[in-house]
Nanobody
């Protein structure tokens, strides 16, 4: 079983950048397909970005595709979300998630697709 801990959230002005980290423990992330989700107040949790177990393929929600980059560092057992050109609409609690997958090139885009979740980190973008 893997445990996930997010960090790197904070308050940033519109147009700024942040890098979120998701550090895994218990098992190595190469055993998992992983993703980032976010949940704004009063809204459902939504997919932001995902990366395959192999690390070779990524997927993004359309509104962040040109601004966010998901990546992993297997040596650090950590997944990242580099966010740039942030907008007030990006304000949310950001969660990392993992799913044990025997398929190397699978990306899950729905909440039920994932088995393990972090506690979340708040990102607030001021206008």
């Amino acid at each position: 079983q893997v445990q996930l801990v997010e960090s790197g959230g904070g308050l940033v002005q519109a147009g700024g950048s942040l890098r979120l980290s998701c550090t895994a423990s218990g098992r190595t992330i190469t055993n998992y397909a992983m993703g980032w989700f976010r949940q704004a107040p009063g809204k459902e949790r939504e997919f932001v970005a995902g990366i395959t177990r192999s690390g070779g393929n990524t997927g993004y929600e359309d509104s962040v595709k040109a601004r966010f980059t998901i990546s992993t560092d297997n040596a650090k057992n950590t997944m990242y979300l580099q966010m740039s050109s942030l907008e007030p609409e990006d304000t949310a609690v950001y969660y990392c998630a993992a799913r044990g997958s025997g398929i190397l090139n699978w990306i899950g885009r729905s909440v039920p697709s994932y088995d393990y979740w972090g506690q979340g980190t708040q990102v607030t973008v001021s206008s």
